[in-house]
């Protein structure tokens, strides 16, 4: 939600080149695909409300019993926060010029785009938090601004040409990327990082809560300790265990 309103933002401002495609093209992405994720969420509800308890599967029970990785959630925050300043930081840099106009991420409007996907990535670290879901939407908005970091530090972005002539010539030379595209490339890999873990793809992605061990009840069916000797849902006695 907060991508869509920069990227209307972007659109209003009147930002030219990729940055207005960019902004338009996210922003058709999310006027199809919010009612669409809505209905999807409303329907799965009415579904999950009418499944009685006992008909949940083990893997919706299992989902329940895990804790996201805090130090991955916490790496994808500071990651978003580290690209949301990194759009008011110096992009380029040069001993050929004093001074160079117009050098953030923030004034060549890519800034915006960057601070839509820091946003993003916060509210899907919350997400993962809450919810106690995986979602791959932290390596994706850590991918874009990754990109756009070497986006605006490559080709022609990467061009400075003198305000005044030199005899007679305007003076051009090729920028080096300076920290603002160092911070937001570092931003972007690190959400990535933390993104590829929250998803589920590293042993360390999710820590069981306990390992306590259960069984089911042969009268009604209900999930109880596997060293229980009476049923607390309908009294059934267990035999012990034989002896070894």
């Excluded at 022609?156 to 090729?174: N, Y």
């Excluded at 820590?207 to 060293?227: G, M, N, Q, Y």
């Amino acid at each position: 939600m907060g991508a869509a309103v920069v990227s209307l933002f972007v659109m209003i401002s009147g930002a030219a080149g990729i940055v207005y495609g960019l902004a338009v093209l996210y922003f058709c992405l999310f006027l199809i695909g919010a009612p669409i994720t809505l209905i999807w969420v409303f329907v799965r509800r009415l579904r999950l409300g009418s499944t009685q308890p006992s008909e949940v599967e083990p893997e919706d029970q299992s989902a329940r019993d895990i804790e996201p990785n805090i130090g991955a959630l916490a790496l994808s925050v500071g990651a978003a926060l580290l690209g949301a300043v990194s759009v008011f930081l110096p992009a380029l840099e040069t001993s050929s010029f004093s001074q160079i106009e117009q050098n953030t991420l923030i004034q060549s409007g890519l800034g915006f785009l960057v601070l839509g996907c820091a946003v993003g990535i916060i509210g899907g670290a919350y997400r993962v938090y809450n919810e106690r879901n995986t979602t791959w939407s932290i390596f994706t908005l850590g991918a874009i601004i990754l990109g756009a970091a070497i986006y605006s530090g490559t080709g022609s972005r990467a061009e400075l040409h003198s305000v005044g002539s030199i005899a007679g010539e305007t003076l051009s030379v090729t920028g080096s990327p300076a920290i603002g595209l160092y911070a937001a490339g570092a931003a972007g890999s690190l959400a990535m990082l933390s993104g590829w873990i929250l998803a589920g793809h590293s042993v360390a992605s999710f820590e069981p809560k306990s390992t306590v061990r259960t069984k089911a009840c042969p009268d009604c069916a209900e999930t109880i300790l596997e060293a229980a000797r009476v049923c607390k849902h309908c009294g059934h006695r267990f035999e012990p265990a034989p002896r070894a």
